[in-house]
């Protein structure tokens, strides 16, 4: 059983620019909900795709947006990079939008 | 009012001692209650989880839910120094049929002296 895969690793960006992150759900998931953690704090839910759709989204603005594939894998995009974007981005894996989830790695995104 | 609270710590204990970690909640929707820990610079791996109050025990493990006080524990028995992490507390509700929307505590960081 493969599990939760993300890319890249870390990545820096400057104030501004657009960032993609990707995931890769655990075999037999068909649901991702992405989530950011800043130093010292606990994850904060961005969104959840369920079936290629947006299916929930905490309190992020527009910028943060995101593709579910047919694959089940997604992607997070962020445009208008700001400093306080800078943290790392969890991507976790369900089964049929279960609070039941697996995370990867994580991606570090430092934005100067 | 922050949804989950949970103590920061530092929390410090020497190997093989009893550990308690916490989380008291406001909101009486939630019904899903999970334990994840985080080790430096790494994702949350799933710990527990339960559905409903009462007592869930894995190995050194053992979670506590009480619905009526809002209020969770993960009790960590002969705590080892590979315990040595951030143990987060998470919650959610069924809104819309969707239980995804996990809600996070702050983190307590252990560190478990041999």
């Known amino acids: 059983e493969t599990g939760v895969t993300q890319s890249p690793t870390h990545l820096i960006k400057t104030r501004g620019q657009q960032v993609t992150l990707r995931c890769s759900s655990q075999?037999?998931?068909?649901?991702v909900s992405w989530y950011q953690q800043a130093l010292g704090q606990g994850p904060q839910f961005i969104f959840q795709?369920?079936?290629?759709?947006?299916?929930g989204r905490g309190n992020f603005p527009p910028r943060f947006s995101g593709l579910q594939f047919p694959n089940y894998s997604s992607e997070l995009n962020v445009n208008a990079l700001e400093l306080d974007d800078s943290a790392l981005y969890l991507c976790?894996?369900?089964?049929?939008?279960?609070?039941?989830?697996?995370f990867g790695p994580g991606t570090r995104l430092t934005v100067t | 009012q922050k949804e989950v609270e949970q103590d920061p710590g530092p929390l410090s204990v020497p190997e093989g001692a009893i550990v308690s970690l916490n989380c008291t909640y406001s909101?009486?929707?939630?019904?899903?209650f999970m334990w994840y820990r985080q080790y430096s610079r790494k994702g949350p791996e799933l710990l527990m989880y339960?559905?409903?109050?009462g007592n869930k025990e894995d190995g050194r493990f053992t979670a506590q839910v009480d619905k009526s006080s809002k209020y969770i524990s993960l009790f960590i028995r002969d705590s080892q120094p590979s315990d040595s992490a951030t143990y987060l507390c998470?919650?959610?509700?069924?809104?819309?049929?969707?239980?995804?929307?996990?809600?996070f505590g702050k983190g307590t960081k252990l560190s478990v002296k041999p």
């Open positions: 976790a894996s369900s089964f049929d939008r279960s609070y039941e989830q697996y």
């Open positions: 998470a919650m959610s509700h069924n809104y819309g049929g969707s239980q995804g929307n996990l809600i």
């Open positions: 909101n009486s929707a939630f019904q899903y």
């Open positions: 339960t559905y409903s109050s």
């Open positions: 075999s037999g998931h068909n649901t």
């Open positions: 795709y369920y079936r290629e759709e947006e299916n």
